[in-house]
């Protein structure tokens, strides 16, 4: 029983410390736990805030993206078109050229075949109107040289 006596000695005496050990923890919950926790929660719902924040920005970056991207699509899409019919313009303007070359062409090689047939004829005709008296030439020499290659009793043997 002694020990029994002791042994509620020792619980009341602990009392006041276990009071005190109590009183300590209400107070350190109220006093220090209480406003962590407190700035801890307001911390966390500012990080998810600016998380959703984040989360949005960056979708609405990448519309923005995805805009500018289409955008740019359609700005190159028309400015291949445009160089496309500048290119087809080009080939329609050099086939044009092309086109009154060949014909101012054909036009000098018609000019020069109607200018050499027209030479030819006036060559022809040149040539039908001396051709009698080419002719009576021709005669006259053939005639005279063997007179005188006969054997010098021709009109030719006094030069």
């Not at 000695?9 to 407190?38: C, D, H, S």
Request: cysteine-free; overall charge positive.
């Amino acid at each position: 029983m002694e020990i029994a006596h002791q042994l509620g000695k020792l619980f009341l005496g602990a009392v006041p410390t276990v009071i005190v050990v109590l009183l300590f923890y209400f107070f350190l919950r109220w006093a220090f736990f209480g406003p962590i926790q407190k700035a801890m929660a307001e911390r966390n719902a500012r990080i998810e805030g600016a998380r959703a924040e984040a989360a949005a920005a960056e979708a609405g970056a990448k519309q923005e993206m995805d805009s500018y991207h289409d955008a740019l699509r359609k700005a190159r899409g028309e400015i291949y078109a445009e160089q496309e019919q500048a290119r087809q313009e080009a080939n329609d303007n050099r086939a044009k050229l092309l086109k009154a070359m060949r014909a101012r062409a054909q036009e000098d090689v018609n000019a020069a075949k109607k200018r050499i047939a027209a030479e030819v004829a006036t060559a022809r005709a040149q040539v039908e109107s001396e051709t009698p008296a080419l002719a009576s030439q021709i005669a006259r020499a053939v005639l005279d040289k063997p007179s005188s290659l006969r054997g010098g009793s021709g009109r030719g043997s006094g030069r």
